[in-house]
């Protein structure tokens, strides 16, 4: 049973564009979100987070939107670099904690010059 | 500044062998995981600890063992290696368990068993 679903394989957007990648959940029970993002060959970093009791969160070209009641949440880069090209990986957490995180499958992000 | 270190980064076995993945990190966290990543999965914890002298199981702990000897190292042991062993395995720490804490990967072990 994936309680963390994220359901595009692969986006392709232009540079200079935005980029949205979407990340749905089934357990009510998550309350803090977060993004990683991984080049081939090297671990996940970071990128942001979160929690339920906010509804938006931004970070430079890297905003975080989450929708409760649909059990969605979606990462929009604006503007999206050639550099942003990777796969990113969305995660929940339970208890406002950040271990035993469950981890969607993850979306090549591929940003054309 | 290293950061987590995985070592090795490539190691072939044959079925029934057995092998020790260590990870370092220098950052002085308290908390330690081990993941694996298997081709269209997500991460998957297999387990992790919250200090020194400490391990708990994660999603996916059989056919795995763990140890937390010294706070700066995690190791992952696979006692007798199996073919749906083979994954791409990373250590992960973070500083505690709480939001904005949030986990720091290594760059990955990928592991072959025939």
């Known amino acids: 049973d994936q309680q963390v679903k994220q359901n595009s394989p692969s986006l392709s957007v232009q540079e200079g564009r935005i980029s949205i990648l979407n990340c749905d959940y089934t357990?009510?029970?998550?309350?803090?979100f977060l993004w990683y993002k991984k080049y081939p060959a090297e671990g996940p970093t970071f990128l942001i987070s979160?929690?339920?009791?906010?509804d938006k969160n931004e970070d430079g070209r890297f905003t975080v939107f989450l929708n409760k009641s649909a059990k969605h949440l979606s990462l929009h880069i604006v503007p999206s670099q050639p550099g942003d090209s990777a796969v990113y990986f969305c995660?929940?957490?339970?208890?406002?904690?950040?271990?035993?995180?469950?981890f969607g499958k993850g979306t090549l992000l591929t940003v054309n010059p | 500044n290293a950061g987590v270190t995985q070592t090795p980064k490539f190691r072939v076995l044959k079925t029934g062998q057995s092998m020790t993945l260590l990870c370092a990190q220098d950052?002085?966290?308290?908390?330690m995981y081990w993941y694996r990543q298997d081709p269209g999965m997500g991460l998957r914890l297999i387990h992790y600890?919250?200090?020194?002298?400490?391990?708990a199981k994660g999603e996916v702990p059989d056919g795995y063992n763990v140890s937390r000897l010294k706070k700066q190292n995690f190791l992952l042991g696979l006692e007798s290696a199996a073919p749906s062993q083979t994954s791409v395995y990373f250590c992960?720490?973070?500083?505690?368990?709480?939001?904005?804490?949030?986990?720091?990967f290594g760059d990955g072990t990928r592991l072959s068993i025939l």
């Open positions: 600890s919250v200090g020194e002298g400490t391990t």
């Open positions: 950052m002085n966290h308290e908390y």
């Open positions: 979160i929690s339920s009791i906010k």
């Open positions: 357990n009510s029970m998550f309350d803090y």
């Open positions: 995660a929940a957490g339970i208890g406002g904690s950040n271990y035993k995180l469950t």
């Open positions: 992960a720490s973070s500083y505690a368990g709480g939001m904005n804490q949030p986990q720091h």
